[in-house]
């Protein structure tokens, strides 16, 4: 008999990536089974309604300690852009994650301005509220981020082209 393993995304829908991930898999149809896992807690159990492994479990599969963490079939991978790119690509698709190298290379450059431009800018705001020895951080990535989203003004249009050589 053959024996396959069920895909295993650990994470929370309480977290912005987790919900990419878990939205993206729900909308292409993917089968997987969702662990509850949440971040700086070190609880687990293997309810079969709903199991859970907290990051600081010793049964969390990352040593990275954060979520989204996708396992196929051993492969173990966190960050969820990593993820969402790995499965586009594993499942082809392509209405998702295009194939040609331009319009990919656009969705590549989204996912790496959006995980150092709003997701640092989120996660500094909303920090202190969780963990109060984070307003430093908040202090620091306010102006970053403010500077960051000023644009240089668009460059004027070009004068009409002249009739008159002389």
Same mark, same amino acid.
């Given at each position: 008999?053959?024996? /396959?393993?069920?895909?295993? &995304?650990?994470? @929370? *829908? =309480?977290?912005?990536?987790?919900?990419?991930?878990?939205?993206?898999?729900?909308?292409? %149809?993917?089968?997987?089974?969702?662990?509850?896992?949440? #971040?700086?807690?070190?609880?687990?159990?293997?309810?079969?309604?709903? !199991?859970?492994?907290? /990051?600081?479990? #010793?049964?969390?599969?990352?040593?990275?300690?954060?979520?989204?963490?996708?396992?196929?079939? %051993?492969? =173990?991978? /966190?960050?969820?852009?990593? $993820?969402? /790119?790995?499965?586009?690509?594993?499942?082809?698709?392509?209405?998702?994650?295009?194939?040609?190298? &331009?319009?990919?290379?656009? =969705?590549?450059?989204?996912?790496?301005?959006?995980?150092?431009?709003?997701?640092?800018? @989120?996660?500094?705001?909303?920090? !202190? @509220?969780?963990?109060?020895?984070?307003?430093?951080?908040?202090?620091?990535? $306010?102006?970053?981020?403010?500077?960051?989203?000023?644009?240089?003004?668009?460059?004027?249009?070009?004068?009409?082209?002249?009739?008159?050589? *002389?």
């Amino acid at each position: 008999a053959v024996v /396959t393993m069920v895909l295993k &995304i650990y994470g @929370t *829908f =309480v977290s912005q990536p987790c919900r990419a991930v878990f939205w993206a898999c729900r909308m292409k %149809g993917l089968a997987f089974q969702h662990v509850y896992s949440l #971040p700086h807690s070190d609880k687990a159990s293997d309810d079969d309604k709903r !199991p859970r492994v907290d /990051t600081e479990s #010793p049964r969390f599969p990352s040593r990275h300690k954060a979520v989204p963490v996708l396992n196929d079939n %051993g492969f =173990v991978l /966190t960050e969820s852009h990593a $993820i969402l /790119t790995y499965l586009a690509e594993k499942n082809e698709w392509y209405d998702l994650y295009p194939s040609d190298l &331009i319009f990919r290379a656009k =969705v590549n450059e989204y996912l790496h301005w959006h995980h150092r431009s709003v997701r640092e800018a @989120t996660y500094a705001f909303f920090a !202190p @509220t969780v963990n109060p020895g984070g307003k430093q951080k908040v202090h620091y990535l $306010i102006p970053v981020q403010n500077q960051s989203y000023k644009r240089p003004p668009p460059l004027p249009p070009p004068p009409p082209p002249s009739h008159h050589l *002389f």
